[in-house]
C-alpha cells in the first residue's frame, strides 16, 4: 500500500530538490578528476558524430539547400535541450533498471511524490557538462556564421525553443519509464525511440522519406526540438511542407507532451506490483 502523501508547496518541493541538487553536485564533486574525464569523454564522442556529419556535408556543399554552417545551428538545439534532460531527468532515463531490481518499492513508502523522487534522486553532470559544452560552441560559432539577427524575440523564441524540446525528450523518456511499470524492462524500446530518433535529427528533416518526417513531426516530435526551431531562425524554407505555425510550436508542443505523458506515468504507477523479493 502506498504511504498517504503529505501536502506540498511549489515552493517546499523547490526547497527539497535544490537540497537534493546540492547533495548530488558535492558528490560529483569529491570525484571531480572522474567527472571531468566522463564528461570530456562525452564531449568528444558527440564531436566526433557532429564531425561525421560535417564531412558529409561539407563534401557536397549543402544537403537539401541546408550548409554546413546552418546544419551545426540545427545542431547545437539538440545538445543544449539534451543537456538540460540529463541534468534534470536522468531518473527518468534511467528508471526501468530501478523497477526490474525492485527499487521503485522505496519510493511508495516516502511521503513524497514518486515522481518527484525519481527526478531529485539523479543528475547525469557529466552528460550535462558535455552536451552543455558542445551545445554552447556550436551555437556561439554557427549564430555569427549564419548571421542571425539577434533581436529581442528572437533571443526569447531561442530560449523557449530549448525549454520546449527539452520537455519533449523528457516526455518521451517518461512515457518509456511508464511502459516499464507493465513490461519491467524497456531499455530496448527506449533505445529505439529515443537515442536512434535524436540521432537521425541531426540532419534536415527533408532527406527523410514520408514515413520519418510524419513520426517526426506528428508522433514522436523530434522535429520540434531543433528543425523548426532553426528553420525559423534561419528564414528558411527548404520544401518540406508543414504549416508555418510549426516553427512557433516547440514550447506548445513540449507542455502538452509533458502534460500527456503525465497521465500515462500515473496510469502505470496506479497498475504497478512489485518486482522486488
Not at 554557427?142 to 519533449?168: C, E, F, H, K
Request: hydrophobic share 55%; with cysteine.
Amino acid at each position: 500500500m502506498n504511504m498517504p502523501r503529505e501536502q506540498h508547496t511549489i515552493a517546499s518541493l523547490a526547497r527539497l530538490y535544490l537540497q537534493h541538487a546540492s547533495l548530488l553536485a558535492k558528490a560529483n564533486l569529491a570525484r571531480r578528476n572522474t567527472l571531468v574525464t566522463i564528461s570530456f569523454a562525452v564531449l568528444f564522442r558527440e564531436l566526433l558524430n557532429v564531425a561525421v556529419a560535417w564531412v558529409l556535408v561539407a563534401r557536397f556543399g549543402t544537403i537539401q539547400g541546408w550548409t554546413v554552417d546552418e546544419l551545426m545551428f540545427s545542431y547545437s538545439f539538440l545538445f543544449l535541450s539534451y543537456a538540460l534532460v540529463a541534468l534534470l531527468f536522468t531518473g527518468v532515463r534511467d528508471f526501468d533498471a530501478e523497477v526490474s531490481e525492485g527499487e521503485c518499492d522505496g519510493y511508495l513508502v516516502k511521503p513524497l511524490g514518486v515522481l518527484f523522487q525519481v527526478i531529485a534522486r539523479k543528475a547525469d553532470l557529466a552528460a550535462t557538462l558535455g552536451h552543455g559544452l558542445l551545445g554552447v560552441a556550436l551555437f556561439v560559432f554557427a549564430a555569427r556564421r549564419v548571421q542571425v539577427t539577434w533581436t529581442s524575440w528572437y533571443v526569447l523564441y531561442a530560449a523557449l525553443s530549448v525549454l520546449g524540446g527539452t520537455l519533449i525528450q523528457a516526455s518521451i523518456l517518461l512515457v518509456s519509464a511508464a511502459i516499464s511499470f507493465w513490461t519491467i524492462r524497456t531499455t530496448n524500446l527506449r533505445n529505439l525511440i529515443f537515442f536512434n530518433l535524436r540521432r537521425c535529427a541531426g540532419f534536415p528533416l527533408s532527406v527523410y522519406p514520408p514515413v520519418l518526417r510524419f513520426l517526426s513531426v506528428y508522433v514522436i516530435p523530434f522535429a520540434f526540438v531543433n528543425y523548426f526551431p532553426a528553420q525559423f531562425l534561419l528564414g528558411k524554407n527548404d520544401g518540406y511542407l508543414t504549416p508555418w505555425i510549426f516553427a512557433y510550436a516547440a514550447p506548445l508542443v513540449g507542455m502538452t507532451m509533458f502534460a500527456l505523458s503525465l497521465l500515462v506515468w500515473d496510469k502505470g504507477l496506479s497498475r504497478y506490483s512489485s518486482a522486488g523479493n
